[in-house]
């Protein structure tokens, strides 16, 4: 089977493996590929944590994070299959709970984003738009 017979995904994850297999015949080059792939992919874990709690797809940039380090490196594709499982297993009990488990789950959510909110000095910088000048609203930090 050549490449005219392949559907066009296939196509390019054939075009892919070949150039990835041309970086990997040379040391350096291949160095410096998993170099940039693992900035990268820390790059996005980390803003991928940071935007847990808030609204939004915190979990998604988090796997897609450990996803692009595993593309290179078999401690992340461990990583991401153990978290995966562990996620999942976490969002079926969650979805099992009471209305107060439930809510308690929101309410700590909310606290964690109105306390990074804060010490980020957020609240400082709108209350000034605002006319608000609260010592309070200030972030400590």
């Known amino acids: 089977m050549d490449d005219s017979d392949l559907s066009p995904f296939q196509e390019a994850e054939s075009r892919w493996r070949r150039w990835r297999a041309h970086v990997a015949a040379r040391p350096s080059l291949n160095l410096a590929y998993r170099i940039v792939v693992g900035v990268i992919g820390v790059l996005v ?10 609204p939004g797809p915190g979990w998604l940039i988090v796997f897609a994070g450990l996803g692009i380090l595993a593309s290179e490196f078999a401690w992340a594709h461990r990583l991401l299959h153990y978290a995966r499982q562990r996620y999942d297993k976490f969002m079926d009990w969650f979805s099992r709970q009471s209305l107060v488990v439930k809510g308690a789950g929101a309410l700590l959510t909310c606290a964690v984003v109105l306390a990074t909110l804060w010490l980020l000095g ?11 000048d609260y010592p309070w609203l200030e972030s400590p930090l």
């Open 45 to 54: 874990l980390a803003a991928g944590i940071v935007a847990i709690p808030y």
């Open 122 to 132: 957020t609240f400082g910088l709108v209350g000034t738009w605002i006319g608000l």
